[in-house]
């Protein structure tokens, strides 16, 4: 039984999921498709890529990733496919893809120039449905990666922005914001490892200086205290208990995160 | 295999679509359930209309499309199976179904008035799960249409507006604005065959003048410059690049759209 | 054919669901998931549980409900598994799961402690995906309720307030404001017994006065007239034609209502 999941910035609103959905199911009918999101931000490819670094590692072996935030289509950008260790990942040639099959494993990078996997018809405005659906279905019903298209190196390379390390100091980011107000940075358990658990520390978020206790648990934390932990996807996250921690500090993608005395 | 596809405007917070989801599968199991979208404008019948019929050409044959925008629930407002050339459409009789069955070939026309369908109570509220959803799922695990009601001619005939054409110039509308921006209008292809590829022309959209270039895909555009293309569901759009076109000029459903010189 | 349902306050951006739709998978890759709704207010409970009792009984028996509304994850509360009579819950001790479980009649309650059925690494932020998903998926696929923990009985026995009648009124609360403005309240049909189809009421929600007529449907009502009606839950609802009447009044969950003369 495969696998077959979708990452996108449709909305729900309009018919596009569904019928990328429709072309996936009239080539392979017994694939199982999970939606991961498909509120990532219009255009965003660095959000798109963290939600599906995320995302994908929880799946079973043999699952065929679909994402598509795709600035680019109907241009020169290409449309590929990556195959990794343990899964496949369909979708444009902007990055989008790399982070989340970096930490698979990349085994080979294919343009997709089969033309007999795609819809009869491909239009120019919606790839997602005449290209990356039906060859990720086909992928998912057995075709060889092999045969979707010829193999390249030259792929974009993408990956998340890592902390910068100076003496007594880390600068970082601000990766992601989540729907509770979890600030997700871009540090690890590595870089707090000196830091004891309980333990006080002080951070600027962009331009807002904060003090935060190492806690294991949202529920450590009591009243309007801000606290730091490492967050179920493996990155530092600052919160704040049933608050959102994101508004209180002003938190966005991108802002940066300074940590002083580590 | 058979696929059935839902399309309400119930949003998502609300247990309405898996009850109707639980109603399906209570009588059967085996049918596959494809969400279109929950998030049609409150009783916005022309809004589901027109996205039902994007989606609806995109599933396999044999699929039950269960779509339920109905002001009249509880009212004499009839519920009706219509049987096209490839697909089946479950829902309230105000021409939310039409255009979809249209395109895919109307056959026959039923009113659900077999009792032995629906679920033992129909409440007065909530036919979606109690009517349209048992319905279908038995349609979909092989009852056939004949046996779902009596068959009329006098169902609402509803349709999209079709443009005005004058001597030199084109009168049509926005039927859909969709996530992105994009303003979807009901011009075709043969509306514009006149129009040179890469051409620049006139167009007001509501009291908003506006000058745009012909192109095949959103990034053919440059900067904040306006375009048009024929877009994936065969309308003609009006767009910009990585844009919102419609908070742009204010565009909306219902708005008129005049092409002049074309 | 087993089901599995799933009910947070998770929301649909981040990729939190489908993690949990993954870990599910990984284990039981036959069994059906469906969304009940993952647009719970944050951390709210009360309006879980209500929506999770609204939805419940029309699954199949046999169906496994996972609910997370936790913000005690990573604290003291334990990890539960409802054994009912025709279905199973799974989530957070507190509160969350027992007005549905109760309409569907508790026969045991187990405290989650074999960490076999649960994922190798269990965070403390993310039990939905951890624990709950993965226990889940297991008693879906036939594991034995009592195979995955220690019976209790100290279990939090939550449960929606009951009106209070008095002389000549009742006193109630709202319990729900559903996406289209109906104002769903505690009362059931016995509350309004002794009042006549089609007869005019005065009600007060919050400080807020108003007149409204035993209806049927919500086709039954003529411009901006309010009435009440028996919803599709079996709830009081007060409601009005094409209209937010939640808006108009000002009504949101916790707000009192009190009927008077019946």
Chains 1, 2, 3 share one sequence.
Request: hydrophobic share 40%; proline share 5%; glycine share 10%.
């Amino acid at each position: 039984l495969r696998i077959l999941s979708l990452l996108t910035d449709f909305g729900l609103t309009d018919p596009f999921v569904a019928e990328m959905k429709a072309s996936v199911l009239s080539i392979c009918p017994e694939v199982r498709i999970i939606d991961i999101t498909h509120q990532v931000e219009k255009f965003n490819v660095g959000m798109g890529s963290f939600l599906l670094a995320c995302a994908a590692p929880n799946f079973p072996a043999g699952t065929v990733h679909v994402a598509v935030v795709d600035p680019g289509v109907g241009s020169e950008r290409r449309p590929i496919l990556v195959e990794g260790r343990r899964s496949f990942f369909v979708g444009p040639d902007n990055g989008l893809l790399i982070p989340a099959a970096r930490s698979d494993g990349i085994l080979h990078v294919y343009e997709l120039t089969n033309r007999a996997l795609m819809s009869p018809r491909v239009s120019a405005t919606f790839h997602g449905r005449d290209i990356f659906a039906p060859v990720a279905a086909h992928v998912a019903c057995g075709t060889a990666p092999k045969d979707c298209g010829r193999q390249i190196s030259d792929y974009v390379k993408a990956a998340f922005s890592e902390p910068t390390i100076e003496t007594g100091r880390v600068i970082a980011e601000v990766i992601h914001v989540d729907s509770f107000g979890n600030i997700v940075t871009n540090l690890k358990r590595e870089h707090i490892k000196n830091v004891a658990f309980g333990e006080r520390i002080a951070l600027s978020v962009g331009h807002h200086k904060i003090s935060a206790r190492y806690i294991g648990s949202y529920s450590d934390l009591r009243g309007r205290e801000l606290g730091f932990l490492v967050g179920s996807h493996g990155y530092v996250e600052i919160a704040c208990r049933e608050g959102n921690a994101a508004k209180r500090v002003g938190a966005r993608s991108g802002v940066g995160v300074r940590v002083v005395g580590v």
